[in-house]
């Protein structure tokens, strides 16, 4: 991954990280030690599916750049699909407490959407890749058009 995207990637997975460790202290307050453990499960399961997800997008856009839209919008639908399949799966665990992991699952999700909307509008990405001055290429720089 180019120093962009693992600077995008790491601005949102720490404070995902972050929100996580504190959904895994309110639940463990709030619903024991299983309720703990549901949040740490949900933090480490959006971290990894949207890591995965930014990965595969930003994959797609070196590649097939004219589908990058197209994908990026499939790609969140998907995901979001993904963890409410992930939710239901879990619905009725004796591991740990569905309702904080379900809770958790929603603010960590939220905080990566949030955490990378900020990063995308920080980082300084071209729109278009400047040509290269006169002196890079070897040439002369010469004037063109009219001189008066």
């Known amino acids: 991954m180019p120093s962009n995207d693992v600077r995008i ?83 009725n665990t004796t591991l740990f407490n569905p309702r904080a992991f379900a809770v958790s699952l929603l603010v960590c999700t939220l905080a990566w959407i949030a955490a990378q909307a900020r990063a995308h509008m920080k980082s300084k990405i071209l729109y278009v890749e400047p040509e290269p001055s006169a002196s890079v290429k070897g040439e002369q720089s010469h004037k063109s058009g009219h001189s008066s």
């Open 9 to 91: 990637l790491i601005q949102a997975a720490v404070p995902t990280a972050a929100v996580g460790a504190v959904a895994a202290v309110v639940s463990g307050v709030v619903a024991g030690g299983k309720g703990a453990i549901g949040a740490g499960v949900a933090a480490v399961v959006v971290i990894l599916f949207m890591g995965i997800g930014l990965y595969v997008l930003q994959r797609t856009a070196k590649s097939l750049p004219h589908l990058f839209q197209a994908m990026g919008l499939m790609l969140y639908a998907a995901q979001i699909l993904l963890l409410f399949i992930f939710m239901a799966a879990f619905k």
